[in-house]
């Protein structure tokens, strides 16, 4: 069964980059399929990030695409998120997820990140 | 790109069928049959429901059902029963090759 697993700082400082990395197991990243990343705001709805080919080739949000990279590792079946720039607004909690290519069939737990000094 | 439009709450009864519509452009929803839907309870993941406008994933109940109509997508869920109380999610792809969620849609068995 395909899992999905969030990991990484729990609190970033305005300004600076929140970094998060996706695990994934019961299903190697290089045998296909899209990865992605979505978040949720406390109390509000879904935004996606944007998204990953096992290749490597992406696809960003425009509204957060100046900030936004998503890379890939199949050596450790991970992919991961960076976000630059960080304000109060960027706290949420954050979803990986595979992609299919066009809808989410599997998800992690999520991740909540709050931006604060 | 702007949000897909759905109505921020929808209730029924136990027993009773209702629908939420997810509304977008011919550039989304319209342009493609590429329409999914999400459950999600507080403080869980989503899980995927319907996609591509009407296929239901294995172990979901075919108390769910999607359809589409120009640039408006519908989920239907029938039989309504307390467990069903969630919010709920559209997703499209886009012409833009990105993806879009809906606002999302707090349902309440009553």
């Known amino acids: 069964q395909v899992q999905l697993q969030e990991s990484g700082p729990g609190l970033v400082k305005p300004s600076e980059t929140l970094s998060l990395t996706c695990t994934v197991s019961?299903?190697?990243?290089?045998?296909?399929?899209?990865w992605g990343w979505i978040r949720q705001p406390p109390g509000k709805g879904l935004e996606w990030i944007g998204s990953?080919?096992?290749?490597?080739?992406?696809y960003y949000n425009p509204s957060l695409k100046s900030r936004v990279t998503i890379s890939v590792d199949t050596s450790k079946n991970q992919f991961s998120l960076k976000l630059n720039s960080v304000t109060a607004a960027d706290t949420a909690v954050f979803y990986c997820?595979?992609?299919?290519?066009?809808?989410?069939?599997?998800w992690g737990q999520g991740t909540l990140v709050t931006v604060s000094s | 790109q702007s949000a897909l439009t759905q109505p921020a709450s929808v209730s029924g009864s136990p027993g009773q069928s209702i629908t939420i519509s997810c509304t977008g452009t011919?550039?989304?929803?319209?342009?493609?049959?590429?329409v999914s839907w999400y459950r999600q309870y507080p403080g869980k993941a989503p899980k995927l429901m319907i996609h591509?406008?009407?296929n239901r994933p294995s172990g979901v109940s075919n108390r769910f059902s999607g359809s589409k109509s120009g640039n408006t997508a519908s989920l239907t869920i029938s039989g309504l029963q307390a467990e069903d109380e969630a919010d709920y999610y559209c997703?499209?792809?886009?012409?833009?090759?990105?993806?879009?969620f809906g606002g999302g849609t707090k349902l309440a068995v009553l």
């Open positions: 011919s550039s989304d929803v319209g342009g493609y049959n590429y």
């Open positions: 997703s499209s792809y886009t012409s833009s090759s990105t993806l879009i």
């Open positions: 990953i080919y096992h290749s490597g080739g992406t």
């Open positions: 591509d406008v009407s």
């Open positions: 997820a595979r992609v299919g290519p066009w809808y989410f069939d599997y």
């Open positions: 019961g299903y190697s990243i290089s045998s296909g399929y899209y």
